[in-house]
């Protein structure tokens, strides 16, 4: 099956997937408007993520923060080789960018991918795409992916969505790493932070 007949796939997919699933972003929205006083309780939020809801849990985001160092597995090219498809005008679907980053952890391969990463391979195609992962997938590696790539040179428009993310315990320590990285090109986004 040639790219273009499995994003037609993934897109048609997408037509009829139920509309009551609301993505990750949404959901995080939603409570916000709902109760903006309240704290956010993450075991609110449903997800497409495998493996039991129950059981021993961290507190969201902690494992991240903690285990953040290490290269991790070579999962993470995977998601460099797809940015760079771009150049060729194949970069996939934000369905199938969650299907590839679902399954990568992004806590230990962020740092590496975004060294290896020119500024030029974001193109605004990439970050786009990525932005679009980062709001819609239901699936929690996804969207930590989409916050980190979506928000290269993030702008003045998407900064309330990411400090909407932000507020998800699993995202916010990948929300302060595009403000304090993105806060180098431009020092206003640093207030953020605090």
């Known amino acids: 099956m040639s790219r273009s007949d499995a994003s037609n796939d993934s897109d048609s997919k997408a037509a009829s997937a139920p509309a ?3 993505s990750i972003y949404e959901q995080i929205l939603a409570r916000l408007e709902s109760s903006p006083d309240r704290p956010l309780e993450t075991s609110d939020i449903e997800t497409d ?5 129950t059981g021993m849990t961290f507190a969201a985001g902690a494992v991240d923060g903690i285990f953040r160092s290490g290269d991790g597995s070579g999962a993470w090219e995977s998601v460099l080789e797809e940015i ?19 399954e990568v952890k ?17 193109t605004p195609t990439v970050k786009a795409r990525f932005w679009e992962l980062a709001t819609r997938s239901r699936r929690t590696e996804s969207v930590k992916w989409g916050v980190v790539i979506g928000g290269v040179a993030l702008t ?13 315990a699993e995202f916010t320590l990948y929300c302060a790493h595009v403000l304090r990285r993105e806060g180098e090109r431009d020092p206003r ?6």
């Open 20 to 22: 009551s699933l609301p």
């Open 156 to 168: 003045e428009a998407e900064l309330p969505s990411l400090l909407v993310l932000a507020r998800h």
């Open 49 to 53: 993520d495998p493996g039991p809801k």
């Open 106 to 122: 992004a806590a230990p391969c962020v740092d590496r991918l975004l060294e290896q990463l020119s500024a030029e391979e974001v």
């Open 189 to 194: 986004l640093h207030r953020h932070l605090f």
């Open 84 to 102: 760079r498809r771009s150049d060729r005008s194949e970069l996939a679907s934000w369905r199938q960018l969650e299907d590839l980053t679902a």
